[in-house]
Nanobody, 124 residues
Framework: QVQLVESGGGSVQAGGSLRLSCTYIGNTESSVAMAWFRQAPGAERKGVGV????????YYADSVNGRFAISLDNATKTLYLQMNNLKPEDTGMYYC?????????????????WGQGTQVTVSS
C-alpha cells in the first residue's frame, strides 16, 4: 500500500508562485511515473505534468509549460511542483499520483495511487 500526502496549496495573486509537495510512503518499486493533476470546479481532472522515475524525464501540459516544473527528491520521498507566474485559470484542486505504467501520462486510468489533494486559488 502506498500513501501520498500533498501540501503547499493556498491563495495567491496572479503572477505569484507556489510550490506544492507530495510526500509518499510505501513500496513504489513498480512505479514508472509520478504526476500532478488538477481539477477545476465543475471540470474533469487533467494532467499538469509528469516525472518519469526511470530516467527523470518530465512532460507538461501546454497550458503550464514554461511556468511549472516538477522535481523528485528520492531521499525525502517527495515530489514537488514549482508553479510560477500563476494565472487565475490555474485555480483548482491539485493531486499527485503514482503510475505503474500502461497508459499515457495524462490518462488517469494509469495511476494506481492518489493523494487527497491540495487547493490552489489564484486571484486576478
Amino acid at each position: 500500500q502506498v500513501q501520498l500526502v500533498e501540501s503547499g496549496g493556498g491563495s495567491v495573486q496572479a503572477g505569484g508562485s507556489l510550490r506544492l509537495s507530495c510526500t509518499y510512503i510505501g513500496n513504489t518499486e513498480s512505479s514508472v511515473a509520478m504526476a500532478w493533476f488538477r481539477q477545476a470546479p465543475g471540470a474533469e481532472r487533467k494532467g499538469v505534468g509528469v516525472f518519469y522515475t526511470r530516467g527523470g524525464v518530465t512532460y507538461y501540459a501546454d497550458s503550464v509549460n514554461g511556468r511549472f516544473a516538477i522535481s523528485l527528491d528520492n531521499a525525502t520521498k517527495t515530489l514537488y511542483l514549482q508553479m510560477n507566474n500563476l494565472k487565475p485559470e490555474d485555480t483548482g484542486m491539485y493531486y499527485c499520483g503514482i503510475s505503474d505504467g500502461g497508459y499515457w501520462w495524462y490518462e488517469e486510468e494509469g495511476y494506481k495511487w492518489w493523494g487527497q489533494g491540495t487547493q490552489v486559488t489564484v486571484s486576478s
